[in-house]
């Protein structure tokens, strides 16, 4: 064996000491177009964002008006993941809505 005491405590070193830091946040945004129908927009918060139909009206109505709306603040991952789904339930139905992220 190795020689060492049996009753002999053992000491290690701390780990150094890491701030936690929150994760970066990203801003989700749906951008207004000519072809996308306003039903199909207020559907995609419903089932994308988990927005109550009154939610979805406004977002939709701030879309239409002001040329684009915020869906949600979201990490990174999370962030890319509804947009891609936005992307995806649009191209399926053959519209041509965008949506982005960006940094909080």
Known sequence: ???MD???EIVFESEQDHEVHEPRKFRVLIHNDD????D??????QTVF???HIEATRIMLAVHKQGKGVCGIYT????ETKVSMVHSL???EGFPLRCSMEEV
């Open 1 to 3: 064996m190795s020689g």
């Open 6 to 8: 049996p009753n002999q």
């Open 35 to 38: 072809y996308t129908t306003m």
């Open 40 to 45: 199909f927009v207020v559907r995609v918060l």
């Open 50 to 52: 988990h927005k109550n």
């Open 76 to 79: 990174a991952e999370v962030a």
């Open 90 to 92: 649009a191209r399926k």
